[in-house]
């Protein structure tokens, strides 16, 4: 059974870059049948789709946060992270990796990390 | 981009039915697949509907899904009612990006 963990830092100062990683169990990332995702939702709100990587490393991001967001893999380590560069306080949110489908169904989700972004 | 939007919340009482739309503010909601999660307090999104109206395997068939092209929205329905399904619900759909609904908040009377 395929599972998803999100692992980095809890706490993150303004300004500074947040870096997650996600760690596949159960299945390989460098299928050809999924892209990898990480989608975001701050305390009390929706969902939000940060940006999509694929094992080869093409990669597409939500254009509202293309140009802070950096997202990569590590095939060898089953492995794909998330930079955030320049957080803000309402970059705080529970941070959740998931496999998307080609038919753009994400499944399964990771548990999820929250990342507070205080000094 | 285009936006789904939810209504905010629905209640009913066990063993009726709900309904939630998600309308797609433009582009037509014919021409992508949507995705419907629900979480529940605390956990992370769950798949209870896929490509429209695909249930995975464990979903019970309660669940339905729909696409209507005349109001451009999908809609999840919830029938038999049970406390258990007391959750928020997404959709979702893609277009050049992934877009997530606003959100329903379900509440079982």
Redesign the interface.
Known sequence: QLQLQESGPGLVKPSETLSLTCTVSGGSISSSSYYW?W?RQPPGK????IG?IYYSGST?Y??SLKSRVTISVDTSKNQFSLKLSSVTAADTAVY?CAR??V??????????TLVTVSS | NFMLTQPHSVSESPGKTVTISCTRSSGSIASNYVQWYQQRPGSSPTTVIYEDNQRPSGVPDRFSGSIDSSSNSASLTISGLKTEDEADYYCQSYDSSNVFGTGTKVTVL
């Open positions: 995702g989608i929706g969902l939000e789709w999509s597409y939500n254009p959740y998307r489908t038919t753009t169904w994400f499944d399964p989700w990771g548990q999820g």
